[in-house]
């Protein structure tokens, strides 16, 4: 079993944020109970440690998990909510009026957990004697996740606190310049990348590598508009070092199927196991599978929380292949009545035809996410909350179309073509150098914005993207999005662009101040 999935019972009281003494003089010490004051001696105790902050991706709200992708697909203008719920249907909405709502809440609570974990790693670990090759691999995992917990934070929420040590219960920290929160991600990964491995094998496999984190760093610069940084940074698993050790997968679809994970298309992915359900946390026999499928699964297979915009499809159709055929990519990403470009009679959905659904009329031009549903193994997802697909956080392609947005920024437009022409060509299309030579800065990145709908959509990074063009500083960029989606009516320059801190954060700590707006 790999080894990211195997963390002890203890983790629950080793690594617990707060804890609760009472009679304190009545207490005998039990010298066979592990806690802080006898743990983080070995290398053994490191290593739980470190797979403790892993573990911490199968909580609800942690990257890739349940709740993530309401906040980065659902509620981009590629993605709505149908759910009955109306505090997790208000997060696409962009109304949310209940701030500590379980799913707000939650996504907050879990990623401060993360954080938290990381801390205790990089806290404790430097004095520990054990193999010091060891020791730096593991403090650069706990710097690379970190990064990756305060990556999430910090577009999400935008305001929020730098925490670098083991937090205690009478903490009330204050929020910081988001500046400093980037330029702790920065360190952290540049520092992650400095003592990584390029890879692992056996059951070492899925852990955070040297590519993941010039990945994860390129895509925090490009963020921020800083090209070169960004391009340096990702040059490494292009041009660089890491050359040769990633690749296309020649089928795109294998990039969200249990059965063709960790592959070389693969730069940093949470792993993800069918277990035992509702066993509690932080356990041997704990559920160590994603739930995000029943969410975003059709009426009569899922939940129906989730919904795709049709108009993600057009924007498919409007390219052929260069031997005449459907961009492939559609058929994985959309689930809809015509997955199956013969049409709703050929289209199935949970292992039968669209038409045998029935679907009411308001249903039959919905349309939903395909990628990472258990459809091709499942018949439905209801009450199953432990699905095997790994969430793929960064993959090449990705990688591929941030060099060449990066080299579009850095003037460079003719040098980012060979980039994009390799993610076109693996979809069939034709090169983008053959297809649209000639394109200028501008024009180029209205391009790159369209190959990120039809590789990307569905991968959480939407969001981040419409962010980081403009469209939500920009009222002209913003009437496009409300064009393509009705929710964005409700959008609000100034506001919207972050989500409200859960009010009962800010209840208990009143050196929180809320977000502009709400």
Not at 386 to 396: K, L
Not at 463 to 479: Q, S, T
Request: proline share 6%.
């Amino acid at each position: 079993m790999n080894t990211l999935l195997k963390y002890s019972l203890a983790v629950t009281l080793i690594f617990s944020i707060t804890a609760c003494k009472k009679y304190t003089d009545l207490d005998i010490q039990n010298p066979n109970r592990q806690d802080e004051s006898n743990f983080w001696k070995t290398g053994t105790d490191a290593l739980q440690g470190l797979n403790a902050l892993y573990g911490n991706f199968y909580r609800n709200g942690s990257p890739g998990s349940r709740w993530t992708p309401f906040y980065f697909d659902i509620r981009s203008d590629d993605g709505y909510s149908t759910s009955p719920w109306n505090e997790l249907r208000s997060i696409g909405d962009l109304n949310i009026t209940q701030y500590s709502f379980e799913v707000n809440h939650d996504t907050w609570w879990h990623h401060w957990r993360g954080i938290y974990r990381a801390n205790q790693v990089l806290a404790n670990v430097p004095d520990i004697s054990m193999d010091e090759n060891l020791k730096a691999q593991y403090l650069g995992e706990a710097k690379f996740l970190r990064a990756l917990y305060y990556y999430n934070l910090v577009t999400i929420w935008g305001n929020i606190p730098l925490i670098l040590e083991p937090s205690q219960p009478a903490d009330k920290p204050s929020q910081v310049p988001q500046e400093q929160v980037w330029a702790q991600i920065e360190k952290d990964l540049t520092e992650a990348a400095a003592v990584l491995p390029n890879s692992y094998s056996g059951e070492e496999t899925g852990r955070a590598t040297k590519g993941a984190a010039y990945g994860l760093l390129g895509r925090a610069h490009l963020q921020q508009l800083e090209y070169q940084q960004a391009a340096d940074a990702l040059a490494w698993l292009i041009t660089g070092p890491g050359q040769g050790i990633y690749g296309l997968m020649s089928d795109f679809g294998d990039n969200f199927k249990h059965t063709t994970e960790n592959n070389m298309e693969s730069v940093f992915e949470v792993q993800f196991k069918m277990r035992p359900e509702n066993s509690g946390e932080d356990g041997p026999m704990s559920n160590v599978g994603t739930s995000r499928p029943p969410f975003f699964a059709p009426p009569g297979h899922g939940f129906n929380d989730a919904n795709m915009r049709r108009w993600v499809v057009h924007e498919f159709l409007r390219e052929e292949t260069a031997s005449g055929d459907r961009d492939p990519r559609l058929a994985y990403t959309a689930l809809y009545d015509s997955t199956d470009e013969r049409g709703p009679d050929f289209t199935m959905v949970y292992g039968s035809s669209f038409t045998s659904k029935n679907y009411d009329p308001a249903i039959q031009n919905r349309v939903w996410y395909r990628k990472y549903l258990d459809d091709y193994f499942r018949i439905n997802e209801f009450e199953v909350f432990n699905s095997p697909i790994n969430f793929r956080i960064i993959r090449y392609a990705d990688v591929l179309l941030m060099y060449a947005e990066a080299l579009n920024g850095l003037n460079r437009t003719s040098d980012a073509y060979p980039f994009v022409d390799r993610v076109r060509e693996r979809a069939g299309l034709d090169p983008l150098s053959i297809a649209r030579p000639g394109l200028n800065q501008a024009q180029f990145l209205q391009q790159l914005e369209h190959e990120r709908i039809m590789e990307l959509t569905g991968e959480s990074l939407r969001w981040n993207d419409l962010a980081r063009w403009g469209y939500f500083d920009d009222p002209a960029k913003l009437a496009i999005l409300k064009a393509r989606d009705p929710e964005f009516n409700n959008f609000v320059i100034g506001r919207n662009k972050y989500m409200p801190i859960p009010q009962s954060e800010l209840d208990i700590n009143p050196n929180l101040v809320q977000n502009e707006g709400w």
